[in-house]
């Protein structure tokens, strides 16, 4: 992610939401694989998750969950209680 610009005007402005959706669909249509990748990547290089709003926030937190349950990471699923 190398957007420059200051976080309002950037495009990381909807990384969270984005992934949100990703991980919705991913878990609906039953094709999480994909994604491990993808929050691997935003965890280690994604802008902080605390300047988001909280809808996002619990969002994200509740979809990795059940991202992990269905991939079963049993002690990762820690993420849908909140």
């Known amino acids: 992610?190398?957007?420059r610009n200051p976080l309002p005007?950037?495009?990381r402005a909807g990384?969270?939401?984005m992934v949100n959706l990703l991980l919705h669909f991913s878990i609906e249509t039953g094709?999480?694989?994909p994604m491990t990748g993808l929050v691997r990547n935003i965890?280690?290089?994604?802008?902080?998750l605390d300047i988001f709003p909280i809808s996002d926030q619990v969002s994200f937190h509740y979809w990795l969950?059940?991202?992990n349950?269905?991939?079963?990471?049993?002690?990762s699923y820690d993420?849908?209680?909140y």
Do not use: A, E
């Open 65 to 67: 969950g059940r991202h």
């Open 43 to 48: 965890k280690t290089s994604g802008p902080s």
């Open 31 to 33: 094709t999480t694989g």
């Open 15 to 17: 990384i969270y939401f």
């Open 9 to 11: 005007n950037s495009k």
């Open 69 to 75: 349950l269905n991939r079963h990471q049993i002690r």
């Open 1 to 3: 992610m190398s957007d």
């Open 79 to 81: 993420m849908l209680i």
